[in-house]
């Protein structure tokens, strides 16, 4: 759809703007900042996992020439607070940290020193005469090691390396479990596995000697939260501090927390009255920044002879890492333990969780991190189908909600509304053939070939409802968007959200132009500036700017809109209520030539108040929040075709199919590849990529030679149907971003299951889903 067409935006395939400068190579990501007389920072990193610092040579790298400065961690804490991020949330032990480490390291790739230098080489130079003295001591890997009596302690006020426990209890599951005529246990080890987004972390810290003025341009997700830290841990007034973000080589959740980098950062280039920059490199992007995904899941299912469930019991042991960064353990494994149970009716439910801390780096948040659930899930369903002898269609259907059915409470005790999980199940199913698939599966065999059918479903908060972050202890916070009618009669709106490559410049601006009836060209959104835009926590994650992000648009356009109209009003002699906006023009309706420009009359607010009609608002600004009413779901159903290579241990993805519902579509181009790129991240997850540490703690995926990610030939034509379910709510639109990745994992899982039952093969418990296992499954190696 052209953009110069007027109206009739939201629904159409609009090109998305940002893409202009994305796709030409004119986008300004951090290594573009070159401020006058940018200094270069590298940081000295631990070589080992665990050990205490015995001491520190830095005096001949302070000798090299270029090197502004060297600071070593007990320098660096002088100038900072202590870093917490896990306070205040309730029977959590998050130990709290410096900026680089003192006394201690804790994981391969921790941060020891910072070295300042005119040139990158120059530091990276220094850095390396840098001796540093290690007392090793025995590394904890594992959460079984850290869990273990007697292992070794990473954090003198952490017993027993449990920085968390959770529990969440619904219904009477020993009741549940009485009566079942089938129980059924499972476990799955899920690796760890990373963001990997194509630019990496990175900031350019300006401290303005002559104001006291400190700007620090970011690759963040969340301007407003790292301004607040940031302030916080270098005692830098809050009013002076100043975080900007531009473009964003993606983040799938890495950008949203602060890391000791920026800390330190910042407090460097205050300390030194300097501009300093840091941008890591791929080694330390996968050593350094953290990863997810490392759970283990073991769950009981109790089950009547025809497959209803009566209860889950569920415990969920989570690898944190060594220190606990933003969102807080708990918040993800809460989402997981109230998600758990999905769109399905489930009497009964009890689930444990243990967070434990490892000589490893970071748990981080990743599109949609608490995606476990359903992986662990839909892979029962499957196992349930096989006990009662139905097949994996029916066991859903005989166990799903329909939308008609509810509101209704979940398995895990909140209400469960407008959950379309089985309508796009139903929708699913009628688009495969099951019994054609078995047949073209006996006829393969027949050939010598292994092939596989999974399916599965889910729901997920985008943005949830008050009720739901309530129970994860995570606030449901209003969106405030910030909309002026400039003076030439164009539109301006400012929002806190950070687009990360999902185009919220795009999408946004559909929303006005139609709520303010000019054209999409004459919108321009704004984001990233601090100085500019509204506080809010979280800015862009957790897919909920599809809802929350275009409502706070839409009250904003329409409190503008109203006082536009309230003035035309006066200076058409009309009732506000028979006019309307098209084109840019203000008219009566059924009396186009009784009008007024947008422009003329923005002029006359701006330039001559005084002439204008008094008694009216004639302010063409407004900041307005969106409390979200009662929240929504996103929700979809996937079905995955593979092939297995019995000779190689090759798995080859050959149809996909997704059914998704987020509700009214704004831009179909924005959701196909949010939906596209969620299932090619979910896939290449399982099949490729791995965080792998060795025994001692040692990284063994520093590079893209050893940490593999998917390509094109990994991922088919992905099918997409939508439906768009329209909730109550005013916007009618939910979040897309994270289904693919969640549910992409489950459906493939259970299309290798579907294929290792057809040859009697073992079923593989911990991810990735490897060759090796693959070939240890069938049979072809001991394993």
Same mark, same amino acid.
């Given at each position: 759809?052209?953009?110069?067409?007027?109206?009739?935006?939201? =629904? /159409?395939?609009?090109?998305?703007?940002?893409?202009?400068?994305?796709?030409?190579? !004119?986008?300004?990501?951090?290594? @573009?900042?070159?401020?006058?007389?940018?200094?270069?920072?590298?940081?000295?990193?631990? !070589?080992?996992?665990?050990?205490?610092?015995? =001491?520190? @040579?830095?005096?001949? *790298?302070?000798?090299?020439? =270029?090197? $502004?400065?060297?600071?070593?961690?007990?320098?660096? *804490? *002088? %100038? !900072?607070?202590? %870093?917490? %991020?896990?306070?205040?949330?309730?029977?959590?032990?998050?130990?709290?940290?410096?900026?680089?480490?003192?006394?201690? $390291?804790?994981?391969?790739?921790e941060p020891v020193a910072l070295v300042v230098a005119s040139d990158r080489y120059v530091a990276e130079d220094a850095a390396g005469l840098i001796e540093v003295e290690y007392e090793t001591l025995p590394p904890v890997v594992t959460s079984e090691q850290a869990l273990a009596e007697g292992a070794p302690l990473l954090f003198d006020d952490v017993p027993g390396n449990v920085i968390h426990t959770g529990e969440i209890e619904h219904g009477d599951i020993d009741a549940a479990f009485a009566e079942a005529d089938h129980v059924l246990t499972d476990r799955i080890d899920q690796h760890r596995w990373g963001c990997a987004p194509m630019e990496g972390r990175g900031g350019v810290a300006t401290f303005d000697r002559s104001t006291g003025m400190l700007t620090y341009e970011a690759s963040t997700q969340t301007t407003h939260l790292l301004r607040l830290l940031l302030s916080g841990f270098i005692n830098q007034p809050i009013n002076l501090m100043r975080v900007v973000t531009s473009d964003i080589g993606g983040s799938f959740g890495l950008k949203f927390s602060i890391y000791r980098e920026d800390v330190a950062l910042c407090a460097a280039a205050k300390h030194l009255g300097a501009s300093l920059k840091w941008v890591e490199d791929r080694n330390e992007n996968l050593t350094a920044a953290g990863a997810a995904r490392d759970e283990s899941v073991t769950i009981e299912a109790a089950v009547k002879a025809d497959g209803t469930l009566l209860g889950f019991r569920v415990g969920m042991v989570m690898n944190n890492g060594a220190y606990p960064i933003m969102p807080p353990a708990p918040v993800v494994t809460n989402i997981a333990g109230y998600m758990l149970p999905g769109p399905y009716r489930l009497p009964a439910y009890r689930f444990s969780s243990t967070v434990a801390c490892t000589n490893k780096a970071s748990y981080i948040s990743l599109r949609g991190p608490w995606a476990v659930e359903t992986l662990i899930r839909e892979r029962m369903m499957d196992m349930i189908a096989r006990e009662v002898g139905i097949s994996p269609v029916e066991v859903r259907k005989r166990n799903l909600v329909p939308v008609t059915e509810q509101p209704v409470t979940s398995g895990a005790g909140f209400v469960m509304e407008g959950v379309t999980a089985s309508e796009t199940f139903d929708r699913l199913v009628e688009m495969i053939d099951l019994d054609e698939i078995r047949a073209e599966q006996e006829r393969a065999r027949a050939e010598g070939r292994l092939l596989g059918f999974g399916m599965g479903t889910f729901y997920e908060p985008a943005p949830g409802t008050p009720e739901f972050w309530g129970l994860i202890g995570f606030p449901f916070s209003h969106e405030p968007v910030r909309l002026r009618i400039e003076p030439d009669g164009k539109v301006t709106a400012f929002t806190t959200q950070v687009p990360h490559g999902q185009g919220h410049e795009t999408t946004l601006a559909q929303v006005i132009a139609d709520e303010m009836g000019v054209a999409y060209d004459d919108v321009r959104i704004v984001f990233g500036d601090t100085d500019a835009t509204v506080f809010t926590m979280i800015g862009t994650g957790g897919s909920k700017a599809g809802m929350m992000a275009t409502g706070g648009a839409m009250v904003a356009a329409r409190e503008v809109r109203r006082r536009v109209l309230d003035i035309a009003a006066h200076m058409l002699e009309a009732n506000p209520d028979d006019l309307q906006i098209q084109d840019s023009v203000i008219s009566v309706k059924g009396a186009p030539a009784s009008?007024? /420009? %947008? /422009?003329?009359?923005?002029?006359?607010?701006?330039?001559?108040?005084?002439?204008?009609?008094?008694? $009216? @608002?004639?302010?063409?600004?407004?900041?307005?929040?969106?409390? =979200?009413?009662?929240?929504?779901?996103?929700?979809?159903?996937? /079905?995955?075709?593979?092939?297995?290579?019995?000779?190689?241990?090759?798995?080859?993805?050959?149809?996909?199919?997704?059914?998704?519902?987020?509700?009214?579509?704004?831009?179909?181009?924005?959701?196909?590849?949010?939906?596209?790129?969620?299932?090619?991240?979910?896939?290449?997850?399982m099949l490729l990529e791995h965080s792998a540490y060795g025994d001692d703690g040692q990284y063994l995926a520093g590079t893209f030679m050893d940490y593999l990610m998917p390509s094109a030939p990994e991922v088919p034509e992905i099918e997409i149907v939508h439906l768009e379910y329209e909730t109550t709510t005013m916007v009618g639109s939910r979040g897309v971003g994270e289904g693919g990745t969640v549910l992409a994992p489950a459906a493939l899982l259970n299309a290798l299951d579907d294929a290792f039952a057809q040859v009697g093969g073992k079923r593989i418990t911990a991810t990735p889903l490897t060759p090796t296992k693959v070939l240890g499954a069938l049979g072809v190696i001991d394993g």
């Open positions: 759809m052209s953009s110069s067409v007027m109206g009739g935006f939201v =629904g /159409a395939r609009v090109k998305r703007r940002e893409d202009v400068r994305i796709l030409t190579g !004119t986008g300004r990501y951090i290594d @573009d900042v070159q401020e006058r007389g940018t200094l270069t920072c590298h940081f000295v990193r631990s !070589t080992v996992a665990h050990a205490r610092l015995v =001491g520190m @040579d830095v005096a001949a *790298a302070r000798e090299v020439e =270029g090197v $502004v400065a060297v600071i070593t961690g007990e320098e660096m *804490a *002088a %100038l !900072t607070n202590p %870093l917490n %991020l896990g306070a205040p949330i309730p029977n959590l032990l998050s130990p709290t940290y410096t900026a680089l480490a003192t006394g201690k $390291v804790r994981y391969v790739g009008k007024v /420009a %947008l /422009a003329e009359l923005a002029m006359g607010c701006y330039m001559a108040p005084g002439m204008m009609p008094q008694g $009216v @608002d004639l302010d063409l600004e407004a900041t307005v929040k969106y409390d =979200g009413e009662n929240g929504g779901w996103g929700q979809g159903s996937h /079905a995955c075709w593979i092939e297995v290579d019995q000779e190689t241990g090759r798995i080859g993805v050959t149809r996909y199919l997704v059914v998704e519902d987020c509700g009214r579509i704004i831009n179909p181009s924005v959701v196909d590849g949010q939906v596209i790129g969620g299932v090619a991240m979910g896939l290449g997850g």
